[in-house]
């Protein structure tokens, strides 16, 4: 574990540009009344399952009304290419981007650019023509934006040391591009590439399963970090220590509160997941609508229980 982790820093910190480029950035701020929305792949999904960013960042604004909605797909790019199901990819991004507008955001969240390191220095113009037009298609929201740079990859994940050096020597020029296209929007960079202090706290917690995607401990690591990149109105907020890396219950009974609270965001994002994204989405939506599509209007029936945990989130933020 020790080892790991302190491999997890010394790599982070090594690909970490500064001077101009990262003094150029702005820091992220949350408003009162800001619907945030979350975009990405594996490492935004996966977010949903543990909580600690959105319970973070929530506990660190306690005076302020927050709506934070998940609409991470797991391996997913800026060309949406893994939510086509049976569709192709463009109609796969069409549906995401009227998602997203529908949720009316002022803050959309986007992290990629870990999936799309892999085509090397070949693919990132492309990559970057993409990204635009992803920010260009969400701008008639009025929505500001911040951009999450992606994580590494530990040789632990990868089939050869070399190959673990190419991928992120690559993922190092996809990252400075994303700081110059956040520089040019006027846009936070949220970089939880590198390690905070509280990850010293863990033991027996693997950051990662395999190098590159984050455990429940993993989270709680980061979110640390994340916290030290927001001006945030609660300072200093530290979120209790998960028990294991992978755990399956959220914990509403806890006697801590920011315990509780992470219990009810997690309670919460499981109920909106399965009303954007049902499991039976092809029999109610799709092609094979025909089928089963009259059962859609069930959907909006998930509203209710969305809106009471969210009230119960509310009451736990403001609680002293």
Known sequence: MLLRLIAFVVFATAVIPSGPLAAAETRLSLKDGDRVVWIGGTLIEREQISGYWE?????????????????????????AESRGMFDPADQAYARMIELTN????????????????????????????????LVSDLEPTKTRFAFVLPPGLLSSAAPSESSATQYNESLK?????????????????????????????????????DGMHLTACGYWALAHRLRDQVDVEQKGVVLPIPHEPYPTVATVSSSDRLERMRGEIVAKNEQFFHKWRPANFTYLFGFRKYEQGNNAVEIPQFDPFIEKREAAIAELQQQK
């Open 173 to 209: 020029t996809y990252r400075d591009e994303i700081r110059k296209l956040a520089a040019e929007l006027k846009a936070p960079v949220i970089d939880l590439s590198r390690a905070s202090a509280e990850e010293a706290s863990l033991k027996n917690c693997p950051l990662t399963s």
């Open 55 to 79: 319970t973070m960042l929530t506990a660190s604004f306690p005076s302020r009304k927050l709506t934070v909605r998940n609409l991470g797909w797991s391996g997913d790019t800026v060309w």
């Open 102 to 133: 529908s949720l009316n955001p002022t803050l959309v969240i986007l992290a990629y650019g870990g999936n799309e390191a892999f085509a090397g220095t070949a693919g990132l113009e492309r990559f970057l023509l993409q990204y635009r037009k």
